[in-house]
């Protein structure tokens, strides 16, 4: 299972940025697809997930300024990121869980960089 992530880049504090994380498997295989980020000298943390059934869940932090997706159709999940704050910068990878089958296993994405400034 490839996953592919895009769309970071610099944006202002208050700004919005939009991620993209594209599967190589029917995202409907998937049981959960999760973002994380990581900033420099930090852990990496989890941000949000969304299940195949649709159930979101996200951290405390971004609650009510993030919102995680998926396009069945497209094979991708997206992170809809609104009022974006200097602390959120970090590069964001997404991550895809697969629990039962051949292809059962956690897969990662590549990062992609968000930069807010203040």
């Known amino acids: 299972v490839q996953l592919q992530a895009s769309g970071g880049g610099l944006v202002q504090a208050g700004g919005s940025l939009r991620l993209s994380c594209a599967s190589s498997?029917?995202?409907?295989?998937?049981?959960?697809i999760n973002w994380y980020r990581q900033a420099p000298g930090n852990q990496r943390e989890w941000v949000a997930a969304v299940t195949s059934s649709g159930r979101t869940t996200y951290f405390d932090s971004v609650k009510g300024r993030f919102t995680i997706s998926r396009d069945n159709a497209k094979n991708t999940v997206y992170l809809q990121m609104n009022s974006l704050r200097p602390e959120d910068t970090a590069a964001y990878f997404c991550n895809a869980k697969v629990f039962v089958g051949n292809l059962r296993g956690n897969y990662w994405g590549q990062g992609t960089q968000v930069t807010v400034s203040s």
């Open positions: 498997l029917s995202i409907s295989r998937i049981n959960t």
